[in-house]
C-alpha cells in the first residue's frame, strides 16, 4: 500500500527518446526526457561522442546507424542489455557534463535516462540514488520545488524508494528522500504519509525493535 499511489507503467517507445508513463494510475503516458522547456538550457540531449566510438559495449552494428544515441540504448534495453545501456547512457553524461557543465540540460537528460535504465535493470536503488540526483539538481539550478520537472524526479525518486527492500540501503536513503518530499509537494495524495509510514518502519527495524 505505501507504493501504491506512485505506481504506473514505465514505457520505452521505439524511437529516439525515452519515454516514462507518470507515476499515476490514471496516466497511460508520460512526457520524454529529453530536456524540457523548463530546463535550464536548450542545448541537444544528443550532444557528445558517438555510441559506436565505444567499443566496450558491443552493440549490434545495425543499431549504431541512428545519429541518435537513444535509439541504440533503446535497443540494448528492449533486448535485456541494461548494463551495456546504462553504460552507454553514462558516456553520454560525461560528454554533456564536459561540454555543457552540471546544471546543463543535456547533463540532467543523461542523468535522468540512467535513473530509468537502473528501474528496468531491476536496481530499485540505484534508480532511487539518480533521481534523487537529479532533483537536486534541479533544485541547484534555481528550478523551482514546484516546476513539474522537479516534482517528477522527487515522485520517481520515491516510487523507487519503496520498492528497495527493508535492508540498510533503504534506511540510508530514507532521509535524503524524505528531506527532499518534504521540500518538494507531490501532487499526489497521501505521497508524503505513505513515506512517513515507510520511514518509521525502517527506523523500527534498524533499531531491532518490532516491525508491526
Known amino acids: 500500500m ?3 499511489t506512485l505506481e504506473g507503467r514505465m514505457l520505452i ?3 529516439p527518446a525515452l519515454h516514462c508513463a507518470a507515476f ?3 496516466a497511460e503516458t508520460g512526457p520524454s526526457l529529453a530536456p524540457r522547456r523548463n530546463a535550464p538550457s536548450d ?10 566510438d565505444d567499443p566496450v559495449l558491443g552493440l549490434p552494428a545495425g543499431e549504431l546507424d541512428h545519429p541518435d544515441p537513444h535509439a541504440a540504448i533503446i535497443a540494448a534495453a528492449h533486448n535485456g542489455r541494461y548494463e551495456q545501456a546504462a553504460a552507454a547512457a553514462a558516456i553520454w553524461e560525461k560528454a554533456a557534463l564536459r561540454s555543457h557543465g552540471p546544471g546543463s540540460a543535456p547533463a540532467i537528460h543523461w542523468l535522468e535516462v540512467r535513473a530509468e535504465l537502473a528501474h528496468l535493470g531491476g536496481e530499485p536503488a540505484l534508480s532511487c540514488r539518480l533521481w ?11 528550478q523551482n520545488p514546484s516546476d513539474p ?13 519503496h520498492q528497495i527492500p527493508p535492508t540498510g540501503e533503504a534506511w540510508q ?3 535524503e528522500v524524505l528531506r527532499l518530499r518534504q521540500h518538494v509537494p507531490s501532487g499526489q495524495n497521501r505521497v508524503l504519509e505513505s513515506l512517513e509510514a515507510r520511514v518509521a518502519q525502517l527506523r523500527t527495524s534498524a533499531s531491532g525493535g518490532p516491525t508491526a
Do not use: I, K
Not at 540531449?45 to 559506436?52: D, K, V, Y
Open 173 to 175: 536513503l530514507a532521509a
Open 149 to 161: 520537472d522537479v516534482v517528477a524526479a522527487v515522485d520517481r525518486a520515491q516510487h523507487q524508494f
Open 24 to 26: 499515476t494510475p490514471e
Open 13 to 15: 517507445a521505439q524511437e
Open 43 to 52: 542545448e541537444p540531449a544528443h550532444s557528445g561522442p558517438p555510441l559506436a
Open 2 to 4: 505505501a507504493a501504491g
Open 132 to 142: 534523487l540526483a537529479a532533483a537536486r539538481v534541479r533544485l541547484d539550478v534555481g
